[in-house]
């Protein structure tokens, strides 16, 4: 159940991110749905690094967890998908970091943003209770069955 989840997460982030990194490259000002702070945050000197745009790293990071997760999913590699997962960690830091800018510095939402920033969220929090649950114990009788 988890790999679906995490298919329909990272697909949704890509989506997301990509929608983005569109918006980054043409300049178009676009209207936030909810927050209307969509374009102070994404035109702001935090949205890039090196002059690439968060958004296109983003759209990577979504991209490479979607592939990698399809891969484990055809394959039916469960240890694989763990190793993968642990990816998440760094979804889940960049998003508190950029919330964090977001609302403290440039006093703005943007509605796209924190989809992304959830999506990334949600991974990870799909990434801990797999780990807790493969890092249980088996029980006696568990064990017996193999």
Request: charged fraction near 10%; include cysteine.
């Amino acid at each position: 159940m988890s790999i679906y989840l995490y298919l329909f997460l990272s697909a949704i982030g890509f989506l997301d991110a990509a929608f983005l990194t569109i918006q980054h490259f043409t300049r178009d000002p676009f209207a936030c749905p909810i927050f209307g702070g969509c374009d102070e945050v994404t035109s702001s000197i935090y949205s890039q690094v090196f002059g690439i745009p968060i958004a296109l790293f983003g759209a990577l990071y979504y991209g490479v967890i979607f592939a990698l997760t399809l891969y484990c999913y055809l394959k039916s590699n469960r240890k694989l998908f763990l190793t993968i997962s642990h990816l998440s960690i760094l979804g889940l830091i960049t998003s508190i970091y950029l919330v964090t800018v977001m609302v403290f510095v440039l006093n703005s939402l943007c509605f796209y943003c924190l989809v992304s920033a959830t999506s990334s969220t949600l991974l990870f929090v799909i990434f801990i209770v797999n780990w807790l649950t493969w890092k249980r114990p088996r029980s006696q009788s568990e064990s017996e069955k193999s």
